[in-house]
């Protein structure tokens, strides 16, 4: 007991501390901008499909000697689809907010130039589309901005027409995009005093759909140009961004992204890396970042429509070891990651199915404490994979890591004094996937960001915090614990200790998993205190009837708003979706965010074969809980309903965390995910605890029990 008091001390120590270290890395003085600072000029060089990987310091010298002096970062181009076109990410540019053009039957449809009086080409349709998703993006508001404020622009190229144009699809100042880069240089070198100057370079299309010569031509072209400009531009002392906003093909990749002389990013010497608080981690920039940057370096943040924007200013800071071979490192990682995540699944699925099947064929035999065990801890070994670079080693190397991960907590389980009772297991597990979820999550999220159970950089979600698999994992491992821990102590007399502990429990996973900076979940906390106030009460011999049960829903719901208030009233750039979402709220935006979460949750309900899982966990728990072995008794029908006469924990857990793992389905986008996830750890462990108390009894014993 001292021990576990100790270690919950530090857990709200840490807890007190983060917030506090978040928001000053937020607002740290060497990073951030002063009130006045801001740029003669602004430069965006644009292209789409150029990745870090296509850059060659011995073909380009020039180009890598000028981005060495460029904070350096990848860039996260997601719009309306998982793969980006061109349009879509100058329109993204252009409106600070998710925006694409109609999805294309094949390839990318080519950008043109525009036409009389400057209208772009395919607005109308741009605008349809817009109208038709529910993200609220307001087409042309960069273009408006700089109206309103009389800062003069220039586009040269049609992708820079799409992002400079006017909300009436109209650009004032523009010109075609010359051939030769020599000619670019010219221009740029003599002309265009333009306070704005956005610069399409082209486009680099997949190999996949023009071959490899022709990929190999158009990245040499495209990187003449912007060694062209960026020369020219040398002695300029505005601000130059150079950015491939888009995929161009099917296959989404991490883009590349340079900046220099931008507020708070000074890339003047190599070493310096962005972000932005949208994503919180090194080297991972949104495209919807790019726009509220610009209006800073302008001077005209804060004159966007409230709500209007989603992203943040992008932020420099220095790092070690920050190279182009860094951001070709993440794009690696995050390729990777999204191609082999569905295996997994089908995996993850089939093994638990496996297992399910066997125990109600076979009923519980003396190995299955171990092969559930080793299920249960493949949720955790997912995260713990992430500690070494398999991604170099592509699938192999992935596999390879979690199976060595799921070795070493089986084996911790497995091996200790603990394993000579049925619940000791199931406490290591629950215990190492709680602990290293909460760690992770105090220390930045980075186990989880590019793990097959965490956040997926490619898909734009979420980068920090805790999604909704993890909230999942962090729920039922928790509650486990708790459980554990708290009939012990009730055992021994001490039940005000035991609900103490319960609450302490609870307390700490709520505050890591729904605190601003911290999970950031706004569909956690919801969900985790009647989860807890339900272990609490059953802990307390209290009978949990609706009245209770709805009473201890409305204080989840009341944390969360509690929690996603305090985070609005942190300033702008600092605000996590918590914060976001209160405002859409008070733009008007709740049902559009209402009507794309149910769609989300629809889908994936009606598209996963994680359903199957979750109605063959389900299953299986009844039948287990039935009225008695009877004429089944070699399966072990109603094994369950006795064994809780003496493993007290999980009469308590089991209610607890079906009422979680049913909240947390009914109130977030990924639904049956929640219930699935929750399940691939509470099950298997569940059956182990089971296995190892029926070695203990036999079913002779059992059915006089």
Known sequence: MPRLTATLVLLLALLGLAPSAA????????????????????????????????????????????????????????????????????????????????????????????????????????????????????????????????????????????????????????????????????RLAFEHLERVLVIDLGVVPEEAEVGAETREA??????????????????SSGAV????????????????????????????????????????????????DLLPTILEALGIAGTAPTGALVGAPVRGSAAEGVDAAAMVALDQHATAIRALTPGFFSLLIAVNLALYAAVWLRGLRPRFRVLGVVVGALPVATFLANLLPWWRAGGIGLYGSVAAAVALVAALALAGPWRRTPLGPLTVVAGVTALTIVLDVLTGSRLQLGSLMGVHPLVAGRFYGLNNSAFSLLMVSSL???????????????????????????????????????????GGPPALVPAFAVLGLLVAGVRVGWRRLLLVLGAGVLVVSLFAFLDWLRPVDSRTHLGRF???????????????????????????????LVGAGVALVVWLAGRGPGEDTKRDRGLLRVAIGELDALRVALPAAATGLVIGFAVNDSGVVIPAIGMSLGVPLVLASLARWREEHSPVEAVER
């Open 582 to 612: 209160v405002q859409t709220v008070l733009d008007g935006g709740l049902l559009d965010v209402i009507v794309r979460k149910l769609g989300q949750n629809l889908t994936i309900l009606t598209s996963s074969w994680l359903v199957l």
């Open 218 to 235: 158009a990245v040499e072209l495209v990187s003449a140009r912007a060694e062209a400009a960026l020369e020219s531009l040398e002695s």
């Open 241 to 288: 961004m150079l950015v491939s906003l888009a995929d161009a093909g099917p296959s989404p990749h991490l883009q590349l992204l340079s900046m220099r002389g931008f507020p708070g990013v000074q890339g003047l010497s190599s070493g310096e890396t962005l972000s932005s608080s949208s994503t919180r981690q090194p080297g991972y920039v949104l495209a919807t």
């Open 23 to 186: 928001l000053a890395d937020e607002g740290r003085a060497e990073g951030g901008p002063r009130a006045d600072e801001h740029a003669s000029r602004v430069v965006v060089l644009g292209t789409a499909g150029l990745r870090w990987s296509d850059l060659d310091p011995a073909a380009h010298p020039r180009l890598a000697e000028l981005l060495e002096r460029s904070a350096i970062g990848s860039l996260v181009t997601r719009s309306v689809r998982t793969a980006s076109c061109p349009a879509d990410g100058w329109l993204a540019l252009g409106a600070g907010n998710r925006a694409g053009d109609a999805e294309p039957e094949g390839a990318c449809r080519p950008l043109a130039e525009p036409g009389p009086e400057g209208a772009v080409p395919r607005w109308e349709v741009y605008v349809a589309e817009r109208d038709a998703a529910s993200y609220g993006s307001r087409l042309g508001l960069l273009g408006d901005l700089l109206e309103e404020h009389g800062i003069s622009s220039r586009a040269v190229g049609p992708g820079a027409a799409i992002a400079l144009a006017r909300s009436d699809g109209t650009v004032p100042e523009l010109e075609s995009l010359p051939e030769s880069p020599e000619d670019l240089e010219g």
């Open 480 to 522: 486990l614990v708790a459980a554990v821990a708290g009939t012990a102590l009730v055992r021994r007399g001490q039940r005000l200790a035991a609900l103490g502990l319960v609450a302490v429990v609870g307390a700490v996973a709520t505050v890591v998993d729904g605190m601003p900076g911290l999970g950031s979940d706004f």
